[in-house]
C-alpha cells in the first residue's frame, strides 16, 4: 500500500514522504490518524513489528512535478531524497521510503566518530 503524506512546518510545506508497506499493514496503518501517530511508532507499539535496521541513501536532486507541486516549489528545483528501506526480523523488508525535501530549507548534519587504533 502506498501513504502519500506532505509534512509541514509553520504551515510550509518541508518534505513529501511516499511510503509503502505490505498490503495488510498498510490497511491498519492508514486507520490511524498519522498526524498524531508516527507510522514506525505504530509498526512498533501497535502492531508488533520491530525495525532492527535500515539501508539509507541521501541524494541532491531535482523536483519532479508531483514532489514540486507538493512542496510548492518550481519544477526542478533542487531537493534532498532519501530512499529508505526498513526491515524487521529475519532482514525482512517491511517499509519502503521515499523522503523528499525542500533544499531550500533543510540542512541535513551528522556527526562522525573516529575511534583511533580499531
Known amino acids: 500500500m502506498q501513504i502519500k503524506r506532505v509534512r509541514l512546518a509553520d504551515d510550509t510545506p518541508i518534505s513529501f514522504d511516499e511510503t509503502y508497506l505490505p498490503l495488510p499493514l498498510g490497511k491498519q496503518i492508514v486507520r490511524k490518524d498519522l498526524r498524531l501517530h508516527p507510522i514506525f511508532t505504530l509498526l512498533e507499539e501497535e502492531y508488533g513489528v520491530p525495525l532492527i535496521e535500515a539501508d ?32 524487521t526480523s529475519g532482514n525482512q523488508p517491511v517499509d519502503y521510503e ?3 525535501y525542500r533544499g531550500d530549507l533543510v540542512r541535513f548534519v551528522t556527526k562522525l566518530l573516529r575511534h583511533p587504533g580499531n
Open 56 to 87: 539509507y541513501e541521501l541524494e541532491a536532486v531535482i523536483a519532479s512535478k508531483a514532489v514540486a507541486n507538493a512542496l510548492q516549489v518550481r519544477v526542478g528545483s533542487p531537493i534532498f531524497q532519501i530512499e529508505r528501506t526498513s526491515m
Open 98 to 100: 521515499v523522503l523528499s
